[in-house]
Structure formats: C-alpha cells, structure tokens
C-alpha cells in the first residue's frame, strides 16, 4: 500500500513527500526527499521512516506543537547577536561600519 499525504516544496529541484508505505512488509509513515533534476529524479538518502506501531507516539508529538510555538517573533528588548568573524593572524580586524 502507498498512499501520498501531501508535498513541501524545499527548493527548485527537491520537495519533502509524506507519505504512508510498506517496506520489507512493515507499514509507516514515510518523510523523505523527492528531487527531479536532469542527472536523478527520486528519492535521496535524507528522510525518516516511522514504523506503524510508533505513529501514535509521533502524531502525539506533533501535535503537542502549537501555531505560537512556529510563530518567528523576537522578545521585547532582545536583540539577536551577530556571529563573531574570525579573522585570520595575519590580518587586523576592521569595524563594521
């Protein structure tokens, strides 16, 4: 049995495919990534396979997640810290202007 839930575009070339499968006769919950470009079109490596019997523990999980937890905001007063640059020995450091 395959049954595709749905896609999530990731780049040009790549999307992440949910989907329900059999594999080696163990039915899960399959997230990996699908690319189409001109030397392959298929699955990669990179992706998860959620065997049937932990589905509910996963679900249990994402749904545990809220919309304001996903919600981008940055806190009243807190500014974000750029990384620091390393600079190599043989050259000095110039200020950001």
Avoid: C, H, W
Avoid at 30 to 50: D, H, L, N, P, W
């Amino acid at each position: 049995m395959e049954k595709e839930i749905g896609k999530i575009p990731k780049n040009d070339q790549a999307e992440i495919l949910l989907r329900i499968d059999d594999f080696g006769g163990r039915r899960g919950f399959t997230i990996r990534e699908f690319v189409t470009s001109e030397k392959y079109t298929g699955f990669t490596k990179a992706g998860v396979r959620i065997l049937s019997k932990d589905f509910p523990k996963f679900k249990e999980m994402i749904n545990s997640i809220s919309e304001e937890d996903m919600t981008e905001e940055e806190k009243a007063g807190e500014v974000e810290e750029k990384p620091k640059k390393k600079t190599p020995k043989n050259q000095e450091e110039l200020p950001d202007y």
